[in-house]
């Protein structure tokens, strides 16, 4: 079979990974990091490649660079394995290859992905000082990318800056999907970006997920059950109490769509009522009918929403977890909602997957000058956009921005910024959450291009995920009290966000978490013959009275009593109770200890209560 073609997008950054055979080390002194070190110098100033960032450790080598071509990239790496290699060998009285096949290289969106992979390979060898680079050190070394450039306005600025993201801490799903990235020879970038290259090479370029998969699968609707069940503990320790929304909303003539989303998601209606398609606005009503609902409070929901996507006839139902804060102007009730959204995704076991994205878009009056400027700035063009993009630049023109159209990428290095727009203490405000989540531990990107798509101010936060087809959106919120204020037709704060239950409930299928408890039934009552069916349930009731927090459930199946029996034990109960209506005896099994008992049915209880104690 002949070898994949490598992956390579000319003019942008690309990261490539060398590692020993066999898991040899490629370095043993000092001497052997700096001949290394010579060689690269020589390489890089022979084939013009730009390196951005480099990392020499005894197991791998990491480097950070740009070449002009394919062929280029090649011969470079030929060069140092041909120079660095034998004298390796003749030094140590080795012979043979000391790379581990092909060297790894991935393509990176320098846009969104350039100063975090950059901060990876810097961070990879913390313990080696002298054998990393940092920011733009060693400056006879390291070249100064555009995105770097445009980092800060002069150098100190932008090692400060690069230096406060240096110390957030390491986002574990990132780190993962740059080696997942680099195994595959997969671009390191957004997933536009990685559609659009699709597109444009005819070929798949996301990483494919390993292994098979799962033969059963188990039940959707136990398992929808136990997730908000546990969503809805975590929520309970925050002190947030749970509200019912109607399935359907009161119809305003004065409201075309929800006035909490910027999407053109118009929801299914009559003359009467539409079915709810945001859960916001519902609390946002509840809170304005309620007067006696406290000046603060904290409300949860769950439920369906119905919208009809892209003017689609095909009414599109999605079901999610909204959590609501009212009355709360500062940074900390944003911090503790993120510092939930955290231990909720670590007790699934899913923050190794999950990375969250934060955004300032600032306050609602900055954040309107900044679409001005936009529609001032892309207006002389407006003939050359498409239907749909002058569709947004009346609309959402910061979306342009992101656009993969060739001349609005070219016209975005020129827009507008939205941090221009941002007043001193927005930034404050921000840096003020920034070193919050740092001092959490929680590692967060600040993405920039993430604009709001719903009525944000301050704070907008997505966790995203890319192990899940299904979507990579786990969860979306932010600040939104220009919107409260105007529904509830008084000053309000209102901060938010919403679980996507479908990505998330996909998602732990894809990493293959258990996500059920083994144990569904605490005691399983099995009636030997059908005659023993009242002392069975009598014996049941007694059980529940006096062990009210043990779940009990009796077979009262045709099957027979070996048949239910292992019955029981697949569905996890730890006693099983054989009930026989001749001998008066009970059969009690603890599946857990292994021991099996011959009772009556009044001592019965009194083995129970010890066997759970114990």
Known sequence: MSRTRRLFIQGIPHLVALRGHNYSPLFQAPEDYHQFLNDLDVALAQFEVSLYAYSLASEHILLLLESSSKERLGRFMQSLGRHYVPWYNQRYGRRGTLWDNRFLASPVEPDSHFLLVKKFVERSNQEKDGYHSFADTPTERITAHAVWLASGATADCRKRNYQQLYQQPVNVALTNRIRFALEQNCPIATLRFTETMEQQLGRPLRPRQCGRPRKHERSKVEEW?????????????????????????????TLDDPPFSHENNPVALNNQAL???????????????????????????????????????????????????????????????????????????????????????GSPEEYHQFRRALLNYYHPIRHLLT??????????????????????????TTAPSLTHFLSASSKARFEHLGNGLNCMGIPWIHDTNMYPTNDYCHLVAEWHSDRSAYTGLLCRGGRYDGCASRVTGQPTFACGFAFMLEPIMHLLHEVRRPTLPARKVDVILIPTQSHAHSLTLHIADQIRQGYPDLS????????????????????????????????????LDDLEKQRQQQLSPQALLMALGSATIL
């Open 552 to 587: 009990i459930a009796s077979d009262f199946s045709a099957l027979k009593t070996a048949t239910r029996q292992k019955n029981a034990c697949r569905q996890g109960a730890r006693f099983i109770v054989t009930v026989d209506d001749e001998l008066q005896h009970v059969v």
């Open 387 to 412: 239907a749909a993009q002058s569709e947004l630049l009346d609309t959402q023109p910061e979306l342009l921005l992101t656009d993969q159209d060739s001349l609005l990428q070219r016209l975005a």
């Open 275 to 361: 079915l709810a398609g945001d859960g916001t606005r519902g609390c946002l009503r509840l809170l304005a009918q309620n007067a006696g609902l406290p000046a603060n409070c904290k409300l949860w929901y769950q439920g369906t929403l119905f919208r009809r996507p892209n003017q689609s006839a095909r009414l599109q139902l999605s079901s999610q977890l909204g959590v609501e804060a009212f009355g709360y102007s500062g940074v900390a009730i944003e911090l503790e909602q993120l510092i939930l959204q955290y231990r909720f995704f670590q007790f699934l076991k899913l923050d190794d997957y999950a990375e969250l994205r934060i955004n300032n878009p």
């Open 225 to 253: 059950a136990w997730l908000e069940k546990q969503a809805g503990r975590i929520l309970q320790r925050y002190s947030y109490n749970e509200v019912r929304l109607p399935l359907l909303d009161e119809w305003e003539k």
